[in-house]
C-alpha cells in the first residue's frame, strides 16, 4: 500500500525544495500518496493565518507530513506556523541530526550529533505581555511530564539508534527552579537506562563552548525548547549550515518533516536553492514509515552527489540548480547496487 502523506511545499523557495525532494522519495520505488496543503503567507488573506485548519485535518488524517520552509516576520505580524503546527498537533519531540559531509567545507570532519528538543513549552509557550508601555514580560513554563516526556524519548532514541551516551543541558545553576525541575526530570528518567546509556548534564554556555572545541566528546543531547532552538543551530553550523540540516517532528499521534532553515523568498522560483536540508528530512520521514531501505538508498546517493561537488548548487560549490542537483542524486538512485565478488578460494 501507498504511504499517505501530506505534502506543504510552503512558501518562498520551499516548493521549489518540495518538488526536487517528492522526485528524488519516488525515485525510490516507495509509493506515495501526496495530498498537497497549502500554507504560507499566501493563505493570510483567505484564511486569517498562514495555517489553515485544512493543513491540520489533513496532518490528522494522513499522521505524516513534510513540510517546506513557510516565512515567519521578525517582531511582529502573525505567530510563527511552525510553532503553532507542533502545539496544535502535540509534536513534542524536535529531533536534529548533525552529521559531517564529505565535500562540506568546515572546520570539523566527524561530527554526528543529535539533538532531542521538546517542543511544546518553555518561552516558546508564548504566554507573553506588555508590562505598561516601555517594558514587556515573558513567562517560562516548564513541567515534569512534558520534561520526562522528552527525556525518555531521548534515551529510548539513544537505545533504538546504538548511540552511547544522553547529555541533558540547561542553566539550573541560575533557574533552580524551571532548569532545575527539567534537570531533575531527566536524571529521574535516566535512572532506568542505567548500564545501557550513559548520562550527563551540561550547562547551556559551557555546552555550546564544548561543542565547537570538542563535539567528538557528545552524542545525543536533550534540551528545553529554548535552548535546544539555539543549539541545534549551532551544531548544524559544525557540519555546513542550515542548508544541510534535517528536523523532524514527532508526537503520539503525527509527525512532522522539516527543513529547518527559512524561506528566502528573494531567491524564490530562482532554481539555486539547495534542497539538500529538505531531502535529508525526507530520509528521516523514510525511516519514520519502516522504508529503512530506501533512506539509506537516498543518504547514500545525496552524500555521493555532495561529495563529487560539481552537481550541486551554488552554496555546496557546484554548478547546478535545485532541480538538477536532484536529478543527479536521482540517477544515483537508479545505479545498480555493487555486487559481492568472491575472494580467494
Known amino acids: 500500500m501507498a504511504h499517505r502523506v501530506t505534502l506543504i511545499p510552503g512558501d518562498g523557495i520551499g516548493p521549489e525544495l518540495a518538488e526536487a525532494t517528492r522526485r528524488v522519495l519516488e525515485a525510490t520505488g516507495v509509493p506515495f500518496e501526496w495530498e498537497v496543503q497549502e500554507a504560507g503567507e499566501a493563505m493570510i488573506a483567505e484564511h486569517g493565518t498562514p495555517l489553515p485548519e485544512a493543513v491540520l485535518e489533513s496532518i490528522r488524517r494522513n499522521k505524516v507530513a513534510l513540510k517546506g520552509p513557510i516565512t515567519t516576520p521578525v517582531g511582529g505580524g502573525f505567530r510563527s506556523a511552525n510553532v503553532t503546527l507542533r502545539q496544535?498537533?502535540?509534536?513534542?519531540?524536535?529531533?536534529?541530526?548533525?552529521?559531517?559531509?564529505?565535500?562540506?567545507?568546515?572546520?570539523?570532519?566527524?561530527v554526528d550529533l543529535v539533538i532531542v528538543r521538546e517542543n511544546t513549552e518553555d518561552l516558546y509557550a508564548g504566554i507573553e505581555h506588555m508590562v505598561g508601555p516601555d517594558a514587556a514580560e515573558s513567562?517560562?513554563?516548564?513541567?515534569?511530564?512534558?520534561?520526562?516526556?522528552?527525556?525518555?524519548?531521548?534515551?529510548?532514541?539513544?537505545?533504538?539508534?546504538?548511540?552511547?551516551k544522553v547529555t541533558a543541558v540547561h542553566k539550573a545553576n541560575i533557574m533552580k527552579l524551571s532548569d532545575g525541575l527539567f534537570l531533575e526530570?531527566?536524571?529521574?528518567?535516566?535512572?532506568?537506562?542505567d548500564g545501557r546509556i550513559e548520562f550527563e548534564d551540561r550547562i547551556v554556555d559551557n555546552m555550546c563552548m564544548q561543542l565547537v572545541q570538542k563535539p567528538e566528546l557528545y552524542d545525543v543531547m536533550v534540551l528545553p525548547n529554548l535552548y535546544g532552538d539555539i543549539v541545534s543551530d549551532l551544531c548544524a553550523g559544525l557540519v555546513g549550515g542550515l542548508g544541510v540540516a534535517?528536523?523532524?517532528?514527532?508526537?503520539?499521534?503525527?509527525?512532522?518533516?522539516?527543513?529547518?532553515?527559512?524561506?528566502?523568498?528573494?531567491y524564490a522560483g530562482l532554481n539555486k536553492a539547495n534542497p539538500t536540508a529538505l531531502i535529508l528530512s525526507g530520509v528521516l520521514m523514510l525511516r519514520h514509515l519502516g522504508e529503512q531501505t530506501a533512506a539509506e538508498q537516498v543518504e547514500t546517493a545525496l552524500r555521493t552527489t555532495v561529495a563529487e561537488g560539481h552537481r550541486t548548487t551554488y552554496d555546496l560549490g557546484g554548478e547546478s540548480g535545485t532541480s538538477q542537483f536532484a536529478d543527479a542524486i536521482i540517477e544515483r538512485l537508479a545505479e545498480p547496487a555493487p555486487t559481492a565478488t568472491a575472494g580467494p578460494a
Open 139 to 164: 513567562i517560562k513554563i516548564i513541567t515534569r511530564a512534558a520534561s520526562e516526556r522528552i527525556a525518555r524519548y531521548a534515551f529510548d532514541y539513544a537505545v533504538a539508534n546504538g548511540r552511547r
Open 185 to 193: 526530570s531527566c536524571r529521574t528518567i535516566a535512572a532506568d537506562y
Open 246 to 266: 534535517p528536523g523532524a517532528n514527532i508526537g503520539t499521534e503525527a509527525a512532522v518533516f522539516e527543513a529547518v532553515h527559512g524561506s528566502a523568498p528573494k
Open 88 to 110: 496544535a498537533l502535540g509534536l513534542y519531540a524536535n529531533v536534529r541530526p548533525a552529521r559531517s559531509m564529505k565535500g562540506l567545507d568546515t572546520r570539523y570532519e566527524d
